[in-house]
C-alpha cells in the first residue's frame, strides 16, 4: 500500500508540472479535475471518506508547522529568540522586491503624523507593533496560479497552528510579486483572489465546517480553511482612490476569525472598534466607506462582498456559490445590480 501511494505521488509532481508547461490557460481547471481524481484514487485505497484521503491528516502538529513554515516567516521557533521582522531583513537584500514591498508596507501601516494619514486599521498596526504578523511572499502577481496555491496553503496550516499563541492581533500576511508590465483592473486582481480561494479549497484536506454555510451569499457565511473560519481581504496595486485596500503589489491580509470576535464580544466592543476604523477609513480614502462594510450576519448581507473592493461603490461580485463546488454564480442572482446599465 505505502509503495503504491508513493509511486501515486511521484507522478503527481510530473503531471502537474506537465499540465502546466504544456496547457497554461486551462492549466487552473486541469488541476482541479486531477487533484479530485487523485483524492478519489487514494480514498479508495485507504478505504476513507472524501476528506481523509489527505495523507497530512496521519501528521503531528510539529510536521505540519515544520513543512509549512519553509515558506512562513517567521518560522517557527520555541526559542522566539529573533522576531519576525529580523529574520526577513536577514532573508532578503534591500534590493530585493520582497523587502522593497516589505518596508513599503511597513511604512504604511506604521504612518501616523506628520503630514501622514493614519492607517485605519489600528488593529493591524497594533499587531505589526507586537511583531504578531507572519508574512508569505509568492512567485508571481497571481495568487491563484497552482505554485502559488501550493506556497500558500501549507503556510497558511501551519500559521493556524501557532496562530492563537501569537496575540490578540495577529494577521498572515501574503504577497504576490510586482505585475510586470501594465498594472491588471481592480477587478482583475479581485477575481485572482477569489479563485485562490477556491484553489486553498481544492487542497484543504479537512471539509467545510457544518455550522457554516457553504452558501456565499448566505449571510452566515465566511471562509473556512483547515476546518478554521478566517477573514481574508485583497488589496491591489489598482486601487487609486479607496487607498485602505491599496498596496504596491496583490496582497492578502488575513485573519482568523477569532481575532475579531475577541475585538467584538460585546456591543460596546463592537461599537467602539467599528466605529474608530470606519472614522479613519473616511479621512484615509478618497472615496465614500462602502455600503458593503456591513456587520457580520446582517440580514440581506454577506461577508463575501467585504473580502474584495471596488474602487467604486459598488459591489464586487464574488464568481463562485460554494468554494467547494466551485460553480460560477449567475449574474442574475447578484445581491446588487448596477444602477447604471449600458444600452447597445
Known amino acids: 500500500m505505502q509503495l503504491a501511494l508513493s ?26 479535475a486531477f487533484t479530485s481524481h487523485l483524492r478519489h484514487v487514494t480514498n479508495g485505497m485507504k478505504g476513507s471518506g472524501p476528506h481523509a484521503g489527505d495523507l497530512d491528516q496521519q501528521e503531528t502538529n510539529e510536521q505540519i508547522i515544520q513543512k509549512g513554515s519553509e515558506n512562513l516567516l517567521t518560522k517557527y521557533d520555541r526559542s522566539n529568540t529573533r522576531g519576525v521582522r529580523e529574520q526577513l531583513e536577514e532573508k532578503f537584500d534591500m534590493d530585493a522586491w520582497q523587502r522593497l514591498v516589505y518596508e513599503e508596507f511597513k511604512t504604511t501601516i506604521l504612518a501616523k503624523g506628520s503630514g501622514l494619514k493614519t492607517f485605519p486599521c489600528v488593529y493591524a498596526t497594533m499587531g505589526y507593533r507586537a511583531g504578531d504578523h507572519r508574512y508569505v511572499f509568492l512567485e508571481s502577481d ?59 479549497r481544492i487542497w484543504d484536506s479537512k471539509p467545510w465546517p457544518k455550522d457554516v454555510p457553504q452558501d456565499t451569499l448566505n449571510e452566515k457565511w465566511t471562509f473556512c480553511f483547515d476546518g478554521i473560519p478566517l477573514f481574508p481581504v485583497a488589496l491591489t496595486p489598482a486601487h487609486q482612490r479607496r487607498w485602505s485596500r491599496h498596496a504596491p503589489v496583490p496582497l492578502v491580509a488575513l485573519q482568523p476569525k477569532w481575532v475579531l470576535d475577541n475585538l467584538m464580544s460585546t456591543p460596546e466592543k463592537r461599537k ?32 463575501v462582498h467585504q473580502l474584495c473592493l471596488k474602487d467604486e461603490n459598488e459591489t464586487m461580485d464574488c464568481p463562485f456559490d460554494d468554494f467547494d463546488k466551485g460553480g460560477a454564480r449567475s449574474s442574475s442572482s447578484s445581491r446588487r445590480s448596477s444602477l447604471e446599465e449600458k444600452t447597445v
Open 272 to 303: 467602539s472598534a467599528t466605529g474608530k476604523v470606519r472614522k479613519l477609513l473616511a479621512d484615509y480614502d478618497q472615496i465614500d466607506i462602502s455600503p458593503d462594510l456591513t456587520q457580520y450576519g446582517e440580514v440581506g448581507t454577506s461577508e
Open 142 to 200: 497571481d495568487p491563484s496560479e497552482p505554485r502559488n496555491v501550493r506556497i500558500i496553503a501549507p503556510a497558511l496550516r501551519a500559521y493556524l497552528q501557532v496562530s492563537k499563541s501569537l496575540g490578540p492581533n495577529t494577521s498572515l500576511v501574503i504577497m504576490g510579486a510586482p505585475t510586470e508590465g501594465s498594472l491588471k483592473t481592480v477587478e482583475q486582481y479581485n477575481n485572482e483572489f477569489f479563485d485562490m480561494l477556491r484553489g486553498l
Open 7 to 32: 509511486i501515486i505521488f511521484f507522478f503527481v509532481g510530473f503531471g502537474v508540472a506537465t499540465i502546466v508547461a504544456l496547457r497554461p490557460y486551462k492549466a487552473r481547471k486541469d488541476i482541479e
